[in-house]
């Protein structure tokens, strides 16, 4: 895994043409193409490229995605990533899918955009809520991704599990591909919206979205307090009805060894111009700077430098 993030990241930079000899190349982690961390990660990048000096640039890199991601940071695979508030949490106290590494040395740079279990079905399907996912054949993102911890949260609250669903282990644009041309019944993708995998399904297909039980979407809300509602309205994927879904916020992350000086170059190179990344990036428009300051783990001293101006 190593080889190819850092041999991605080199080809990635040589195309963007990211970066002098003499400045810190850092690769943000950010997860499968088709969903929103991949282009989040590429604003980010070009805003630090823009922005942050001539001693650091940035590079995206593919990766599993928000589970995957603070074990990359542990390994110095990458230098930064995203995830969301409730990995974060598991990953700084060794718990959950990170329990066999431990704890993990990282801190939080900035609160992004809010990620949305997407789940999808074709607007003819026999499938309504969750529940009906039962013996099908179902894509449920890349292995590692954060889609598969939803999944693994959501189901035995519905009284199932993996072996009672055909899982097809994709990526997001992989999986709605699958979804349009039959060879699935539902997809499902952690991303923040409009994600690019949906749009490209919607476009050639009529779509419609999965729906939560009667009393289960509060149900898993009270379960876990890092999850949100969030509502996709219609005229995102040209649905007949907008999708109650559920979702969690997401943040960027960095090992704490990392210079403080160089974690405040980033952060203001994010939101001195967030205008610029608003303009960029569609998921952009769902950062509230004011989220920084109540996340889940603690801001690393360079970011609470930054926000304490």
């Given amino acids: 895994m190593k080889t190819s993030i850092k041999a991605l990241a080199t080809a990635t930079a040589l195309i963007l043409g990211a970066g002098a000899s003499n400045a810190e190349e850092l690769r943000i982690g950010t997860a499968s193409l088709g969903g929103a961390f991949y282009p989040m990660g590429q604003s980010i990048s070009n805003l630090v490229n823009e922005y942050a000096g001539d001693d650091i640039s940035m590079v995206p890199v593919v990766t599993g995605g928000s589970v995957q991601n603070p074990n990359l940071i542990a390994t110095g695979e990458v230098e930064i990533a995203i995830t969301n508030n409730n990995l974060a949490v598991l990953a ?5 899918p990170y329990a066999d590494a431990g704890p993990i040395d990282m801190s939080a740079v900035a609160a992004l955009h809010p990620s949305v279990l997407h ?10 809520t969750i529940e009906d996912i039962k013996g099908k054949r179902v894509a449920v993102g890349p292995a590692g991704g954060g889609t598969l911890g939803f999944l693994n949260f959501l ?4 009284d199932m599990s ?3 669903i055909t899982p097809s282990f994709v990526s997001y644009t992989d999986g709605f591909s699958q979804l349009t041309d039959g060879t699935v019944d539902a997809a499902f993708a952690l991303s923040g919206f409009p994600a690019g995998a949906v749009m490209q399904a919607s476009a050639g297909a009529d779509l419609r979205f999965i729906s939560f ?5 509060d149900e898993a809300l009270g379960a876990n307090s890092a999850y949100l509602p969030v509502e ?9 009805e907008p999708g109650m879904q559920i979702g969690v916020n997401n943040m960027l992350i960095v090992p704490n060894s990392t210079d403080a000086a160089v974690v405040e170059a980033i952060t203001a190179s994010i939101f001195d111009h967030l205008d610029e990344f608003k303009a960029e990036n569609a998921n952009a428009a769902q950062i ?3 989220m920084s300051l109540e996340l889940a783990i603690p801001l690393h001293p360079g970011a609470q430098a930054y926000f304490d101006k």
């Fill in 92 to 96: 700084v106290g060794g718990k959950g």
């Fill in 119 to 128: 789940m999808i079905v074709l607007a003819d399907s026999d499938i309504q």
């Fill in 155 to 158: 189901m035995p609250l519905h």
């Fill in 162 to 164: 993996f072996d009672d």
């Fill in 213 to 217: 039980s009667d009393g289960k979407l």
């Fill in 232 to 240: 996709i309205p219609a005229d995102v994927y040209g649905t007949a």
């Fill in 288 to 290: 509230d700077p004011a």
